[in-house]
């Protein structure tokens, strides 16, 4: 259904035939694929997503919700990028087709109304002006025919509304919220029913795709203080990459607000504070429109904040912003400040006091919970202009105490004051986000507050959709889709990758500890490499090291240079990644010294992360050293090179791009051709993911000469097993078959074994391949006598033999027949008879075989070893051989007419010539 378009309404109605449980483990299967794997899927791919989503709806099957939000998180903002204007088009067509299913559920509507009004800020350019007028006229509708449902989503609809403001069909909406409430929907009474109402977390949550979500949350809540500068220059690289990405970060900043609230204990600890995460984006704005969005994003929360209903964690990292960055960045503490004064009276002068009330009641449970202590030190900072202090003191008086100093417990970093783009220290690179990452906060408001003539909701602990999976007793595992696909043994140490390193260095030697250190803790290439290469000395110098201090060593390393293990070894818009950067230029510092203690060493780092073993692969691939990697391998648990070649590549397919995998796979048949050679779950990674061009430079490289897929001693073996294969999978395999010089004899035989007679793909591939084939003795025979395949191999192979080649296949039958009945061999005899009446059926009367007299002579010479049974089952055979007799009699009789008709003509000739000698006797005597 995925990657054939032509035979998805076939395969769907199929499926839904044969499931037993509602469909929900594909649905639980489409959840993962979409949250862990989307971005890796190809257009058409995403495009069949889109119609099976649309199926599910239309069959009203349970979890399609589920389906439906992650798909709608898939849109991406900030991307006018064909690839996901697309996307955006098609999700449009799903609500837009499945209205009614959009509209029955209150949340589904909701989330549609939010994405789309998000998006159409975003889409602002020529080139996609048709989906901007599709996503107004569809807010447009869904809002004004369901106004009443779309209150529920609280502050944040107002804040999106007011961003398309300026939009003619907008500006009528606006002027019905704020003059005739009424119009829209009976029980709204004014927009400040609205504004009183904090957003869900969910709808917070769903503007971030899975894959930025996990990372900004691991990011928010994994990461130390003063080791996260390269973490933040990772995440900007992915998803920061132009001027029209900053829109993203209201995303961000209201993420972080309304969803990521750490608990007491991460306060207490040096985890990053969200203050630091959100300074670090508003450096990262550039233009004057998007610093007042993100301003807007930061403090919406302040404007009408009541302590009961709202969280105290919404409002936290603002005020914490302005205070620590006084010291670091005091114009952005004025900015900020200066916005909340100025909000007061400009935010909406018809709610100036509520907005003055919730601005004062942020201030005042700030100082009641200790957020800070006091203003005073924030407002008679020197660095603050002493018109902005006297505006603060004018618009809130009575907030800054005399002799107030400190900070509370959120005030933990002060004498820290930086953002996290100021730090100068170098900590370890980033690595991916690991599986566990917990959302669950001891501090999060659960409950969004109601307002008037509206049912009270409780909302549950936010948790993303896509981490959600059943464990083995039922209970709901929160640690999310690991993206690192590191195995097991990675896992294990992304948990927690920085919290035991310092216990790990302090079980080395002395010698070793601080190059360790100084390793970690480098953020210049060059730096980096030279501190790696004095930690490699130090292996070298301790010749009694034994392998679990070797594995210490390798788990301290590993915190540092997972990140580059995350990093796809080749870029589709830059080529390659060179190799004199990241894990390359430490592989080439390992595979210079090519001791045993150094193999014994990448051995133990292979075992914690076993995504290394393809780096190193491509490393020697392109150093044209693949040797050392037979040698590396024998160090390893596996111990041999078909399991490590086999399980890296495994890796390789999966965790990078393919132009990666499918770029080192020639060379690897060339150079280790024993365990390549006739390898089937080599060539099932090769083919499961193989696109139209790799397939055709495959085949090119196999026809001349440079690869060798198949083992002819085993290749019937490997096709028995590619029956278990998807159909395009066994498809590329013949394709392979062909391109390859493949003796005929070997292939057939793969039909010895096979009782099922569904296996079309070997049938039809089978055909193709015989069809190139000259039929000689031992492929006829082989053919002939195969068993329950008549129809869908032996006797449209024959025909086609026989019109092709001619009387040749027949002699060779001929052949059999005369070799069965001199053995008398009744059984062969009977099957050959059987096999002749058969190609008699399946051709027409005009057809060669049925003029083939030494044939039906040679089978009337054998008729009387023919069992009964067969005689009857053969009515073709009985009749040809009786035309055969009356033939063969007509033939008798005209030959002996004609005998006599000779035997006359010679008697006349003598009278005719003596005529003819008396008529010109005559004729002389007349003269």
């Known amino acids: 259904m995925l990657t054939d378009q032509s035979q998805a309404s076939k395969a769907w109605r199929d499926l839904t035939i044969v499931s037993r449980d509602n469909l929900q483990l594909v649905i639980a299967r489409l959840n993962q694929l979409v949250s862990h794997r989307f971005d890796k899927l190809l257009m058409p791919v995403k495009m069949q997503l889109i119609w099976i989503l649309e199926q599910i709806i239309i069959s009203n099957i349970p979890g399609g919700d589920q389906l439906f939000v992650l798909m709608m998180s898939c849109i991406k903002g900030g991307d006018i990028k064909s690839p996901n204007v697309l996307f955006a088009e098609q999700m449009i067509k799903v609500v837009t087709s499945q209205l009614n299913w959009v509209v029955a559920n209150s949340f589904i509507l909701n989330l549609s109304v939010y994405t789309f009004l998000r998006l159409i ?80 977390r969910r709808f917070l949550a769903s503007r971030l795709t899975p894959d930025m979500e996990t990372r900004l949350s691991f990011l928010a809540t994994q990461v130390k203080f003063g080791q996260h500068q390269r973490y933040q220059t990772w995440f900007a690289r992915r998803f920061f990459t132009g001027p029209e990405t900053q829109t993203l970060v209201c995303d961000c900043i209201r993420y972080i ?78 900015t900020l400040m200066d916005f909340i004064i100025r909000m ?21 449970d700030i100082i009641d919970k200790k957020v800070i202590a006091d203003f005073t030190l924030l407002v008679s900072h ?59 906060l001891e501090n999060r408001m659960l409950d969004d507050s109601p307002f008037s003539g509206m049912k009270e909701e409780v909302e549950e602990e936010y948790v993303p959709e896509y981490v959600k999976e059943p464990l083995e007793n039922g209970a709901v595992d929160d640690r999310g889709g690991g993206m690192s696909g590191g195995g097991d043994s990675a896992s294990e140490y992304s948990e927690d990758n920085e919290s035991g390193l310092s216990g790990l260095i302090d079980e080395l030697d002395p010698s070793i500890k601080e190059e360790i250190r100084k390793f970690s803790y480098e953020s210049e290439p060059i730096a980096q490499r030279t501190s790696f290469g004095n930690v490699i000395s130090r292996i070298m110098d301790h010749p009694a090291w034994t392998r679990p ?3 210490t060593v390798a788990k301290c390393l590993y915190v540092t240079l997972q990140p580059y293990l995350s990093l796809s070894v080749m870029d589709d818009e830059e080529g390659q990644v060179p190799l004199h950067h990241g894990i390359f230029q430490l592989l080439s510092i390992l595979t210079k010294d090519k001791r045993p203690r150094i193999w014994k060493f990448l051995s133990e780092f292979y075992n914690i992360e076993p995504r290394v073993g393809y780096h190193l692969l ?101 096709l028995r097993t590619t029956l278990e294969w998807e159909t395009f999978e066994q498809y590329c395999v013949w394709q392979l078959l062909s391109a390859e010089s493949v003796p005929s004899e070997s292939v057939i035989d793969v039909l010895k074994d096979i009782k099922d007679t569904h296996h079309f793909e070997l049938f039809s591939s089978m055909l193709i391949f015989l069809k190139s084939v000259k039929p000689t003795e031992k492929v006829v025979k082989k053919i002939i006598f195969l068993q329950n395949f008549e129809d869908q191999l032996v006797i449209p192979i024959t025909v086609w033999w026989i019109d092709k080649y001619g009387e040749g296949v027949i002699r060779i039958i001929e052949g059999f027949i005369g070799s069965a009945v001199s053995s008398m061999d009744d059984k062969r005899l009977n099957i050959l008879v059987q096999f002749v009446e058969t190609i008699c059926k399946a051709v027409d009367t005009n057809h060669v075989i049925y003029n083939q007299a030494n044939l039906w002579r040679q089978i009337k010479s054998s008729y009387s070893f023919i069992s009964a049974g067969v005689k009857e089952n053969c009515p073709m055979v009985q009749k040809m051989m009786k035309e055969g007799n009356r033939k063969s009699s007509s033939r008798a009789n005209s030959e002996s007419g004609s005998d006599r008709e000779s035997d006359e003509s010679m008697e006349e000739r003598p009278k005719l010539s003596k005529r003819k000698r008396d008529v010109s006797v005559l004729d002389s005597d007349d003269e």
């Open 121 to 200: 800020v975003d889409h602002t350019t020529p080139q996609v002006a048709h989906l901007r007028k599709a996503e107004i006229s569809l807010s447009i509708k869904l809002i004004r025919e369901n106004f009443e449902e779309c209150m529920k989503l609280g502050r944040d609809f107002i804040r999106l509304l007011q961003g398309v403001a300026k939009i003619p069909e907008f500006i009528d909406l606006w002027r019905d919220i704020l003059y005739s409430p009424q119009k829209l929907s009976p029980n709204f009474t004014g927009i400040l029913q609205i504004l009183s109402v904090r957003t869900s």
């Open 257 to 334: 607000c309304g969803v990521i609230h750490p608990t007491n204990e991460m306060l207490n600890s040096n985890i990053v504070p969200r203050w630091a995460l959100i300074g670090w984006l508003l450096t990262t704005i550039t233009s004057n429109v998007m610093a007042a969005q993100t301003k807007l994003a930061l403090f919406y929360d302040w404007f009408f904040y009541n302590k009961d209903s709202d969280s105290i964690m919404n409002i936290e990292p603002g005020i914490l912003v302005m205070n620590h960055a006084l010291k670091s960045h005091p114009v952005i503490a004025a």
């Open 344 to 364: 007061t009276d400009e935010f909406c002068p018809e709610l100036q006091q509520e907005v003055w009330s919730g601005i004062n009641n942020s201030f005042k």
């Open 382 to 440: 020197p660095k603050l202009d002493e018109e902005l202090r006297l505006s603060f003191h004018r618009k809130f008086p009575g907030m800054c105490s005399p002799g107030g100093g400190g900070v509370g417990v959120m005030a933990k970093h002060d004498d820290d004051s930086k953002f996290s783009d100021d730090d100068t220290r170098s900590p370890p690179p980033p690595p991916p986000p690991p599986p566990a990452v917990n959302l669950s």
């Open 549 to 551: 201090k070797l594995a």
């Open 618 to 718: 491509y490393y020697l691939y392109s150093r044209a050293q693949l040797d050392l990697y037979l040698e590396f391998t024998s160090y390893t648990n596996a111990g041999n090179l078909k399991a490590c070649l086999t399980e890296d590549l495994r890796i390789c397919q999966e965790e990078d791009s393919p132009a990666t995998f499918y770029k080192i796979i020639p060379d690897l048949y060339q150079k280790f051709p024993a365990v390549t050679t006739g390898n089937s779950s080599i060539l099932h990674l090769i083919v499961s993911c193989i696109d139209s061009q790799q397939l055709h430079t495959i085949v090119c490289n196999v026809m001349s000469k440079k690869m060798k897929i198949f083992n002819v001693r085993s290749i019937s073996s490997l």
